[in-house]
């Protein structure tokens, strides 16, 4: 079921690059009537109608109905259709309606169920909503891609960004084959975008426009094996395979990649590599048997799928799962240079270049970084108690949000996601058997504005430990930073506290005034008695 909508998504795609029949070509209807016809149908897209009626012209005939279907499927393209660089996808089909004998009588137009009003016409007021998203959120994930980062710096910021942006979606019931349905905006790059909800196809496409959109030639190639679909990408000169899907956990234990128990497939916070710039071989290993060409995202027309570059090409890079030397369940952030992520090896926050320059940042209470997110100039860190925001230019951990202190017993930030200006943070609250093993979880899940995160004060505490925070650089080279925390009262005076300070300020600036009058009178008393000395001394001589 995937794969066939995948194609029909394809073949609708397709026919943007093909020029309208009545323009270029020899046809069983008269130019005039297919121009004619053309026109009333962009009128009803434009304007969300259901049904286009055409028994006036008196048409029938499979040559007819071909002339249609390409004026129709270009008018879709051009009309119905929302952007994203150089590709777009449109959120409609159409149907010609026909009577018994054949005849033509009109042709049904069938808008996405997410554009679908009540009465089957579109709901334009949402489909600009969701251009203007797309358009936003198609550059935000653009810009990731820096000029001066190496190709597989690019590959892997982009990749990592379709990851933490959808989870894998909800099937909606099943065919009568057995096979898992699920909606039709799982298969595009606006449902992606849009709801963060996706099947392989559109993590698929999304990730191979957008490598292309960087200056990486992508493809994506699928496998009718494994009814499944994923990308090779041209890295240094040389194709690898890259699979964001099955990179993208989905669990059906209850539990997350870091065992805290979820009530839903996903962990919204996670993110591995097993899957990311492997060879033919390390990919068939990886349970990946076969693909061709699936021609969703194929730019420069490539017929055969290449071959890949070696094996082992990026093992000893910090992001492969192959290096032993970090334990990553979360994503690679990019900041002023750096690559910041969670290392559960160390249980401290890893800095590194893609060259190989690594410097290690320890946890303010030594606690364990679970996931960790990059905004603008700063890293958020989240711990089982704790959510930290990481000033990776002052190297100062601040915390901002807290479990409090008497339910950290039984209760855990289990995950953490942030996509485009919106954190995602789940409580789990546990509930024990008698051996103190959790047998259920409540969640409570926040979304958090992360413009408001990136100005929040400090959580401020009076006689803690953690009152001293370390960040360590550079391994065995601690640096301690210590924090001046305010009065917890300060700038909450009532108005009779205000006035006795002021009374008190008032008294106390009177009794230094008759101190420095004293002063002043005993300076002159001996002054008067120096100089009657004086003057007698002066005499006798």
Not at 133 to 153: G, V
Not at 203 to 229: C, F, M, Q, R
Not at 377 to 391: A, E, I
Not at 396 to 406: A, L
């Amino acid at each position: 079921m995937k794969k066939l909508i995948s194609l029909l998504l394809c073949a609708v795609m397709l026919c943007c690059f093909i020029v309208p029949a009545a323009a270029y070509g020899d046809y069983s209807v008269a130019t005039q009537t297919l121009n004619k016809i053309l026109d009333e149908y962009r009128a009803a897209l434009k304007n969300g109608e259901s049904y286009v009626p055409l028994s006036s012209y008196g048409l029938s005939g499979a040559d007819v109905s071909a002339d249609l279907f390409v004026l129709f499927a270009h008018a879709n393209a051009d009309v119905a259709s929302i952007s994203f660089g150089k590709y777009s996808e449109t959120y409609v089909t159409f149907t010609l309606d026909k009577s018994d004998s054949g005849a033509i009588k009109g042709v049904k137009l069938d808008y996405f169920d997410r554009y679908k009003k009540a009465d089957g016409t579109c709901d334009l007021e949402r489909v600009e909503e969701d251009r203007k998203i797309i358009s936003e959120r198609f550059n935000t994930a653009k810009s990731l891609a820096q000029r001066k980062m190496a190709d597989a710096e690019k590959a892997l910021v982009l990749y990592d960004f379709i990851i933490s942006s959808a989870s894998y979606a909800e099937p909606t019931g099943t065919d009568d084959d057995g096979n898992e349905i699920y909606p039709e905006d799982a298969y595009t790059t606006v449902g992606l975008l849009c709801d963060g909800s996706a099947v392989c196809a559109a993590y698929a496409k999304l990730y191979a426009i957008l490598l292309n959109e960087a200056g990486i030639p992508a493809i994506t190639v699928d496998s009718d094996t494994i009814d499944h679909e994923w990308v090779m990408a041209k890295i240094d000169g040389e194709w690898y395979h890259c699979d964001p899907t099955w990179d993208d956990w989905v669990f059906t234990s209850g539990y997350t990649a870091l065992w805290d128990m979820n009530n839903d497939s996903s962990d919204i916070g996670s993110a591995v590599h097993e899957f990311f710039l492997k060879s033919d071989d390390e990919i068939k290993e990886l349970e990946h048997p076969d693909w061709s060409v699936s021609y969703n995202v194929n730019p420069d027309n490539i017929d055969v799928v290449p071959e890949s570059g070696r094996s082992g090409s990026f093992d000893d890079k910090f992001f492969s799962d192959k290096n032993e030397t970090y334990s990553v369940y979360s994503t690679f952030s990019y900041i002023n240079g750096n690559w910041y992520f969670c290392d559960l090896n160390s249980m401290k926050v890893i800095r590194a270049t893609y060259d190989g320059d690594i410097e290690e940042i320890s946890m303010p209470d030594g606690s364990l970084p679970k996931y960790s997110f990059g905004y603008k100039n700063d890293l958020y860190v989240c711990s089982d108690f704790f959510v930290y925001r990481y000033d990776t230019v002052g190297g100062k951990f601040d915390r901002i949000i807290e479990i409090p202190e008497d339910k950290r017993d039984s209760s855990d930030f289990s995950e953490m996601n942030v996509s485009f200006d919106t954190m995602t943070l789940i409580t789990a609250t546990y509930k024990f058997d008698e051996n103190g093993d959790p047998t259920e979880a409540e969640y409570d899940v926040q979304t958090l504005d992360m413009k408001e995160l990136e100005n929040a004060d400090p959580i401020i505490y009076e006689n803690d430990e953690s009152a001293v925070e370390t960040a360590s650089r550079g391994g065995d080279t601690a640096e301690e930073v210590t924090l001046v925390r305010p009065d917890k009262n300060s700038g909450t005076l009532s108005a009779e506290d205000r006035a006795l300070m002021e009374m008190a300020e008032t008294a106390g600036k009177r009794m230094m005034a008759f101190i420095y009058l004293g002063v002043a009178v005993v300076f002159i008393v001996f002054a008067v008695i120096a100089v009657v000395l004086a003057i007698k001394y002066t005499k006798k001589k």
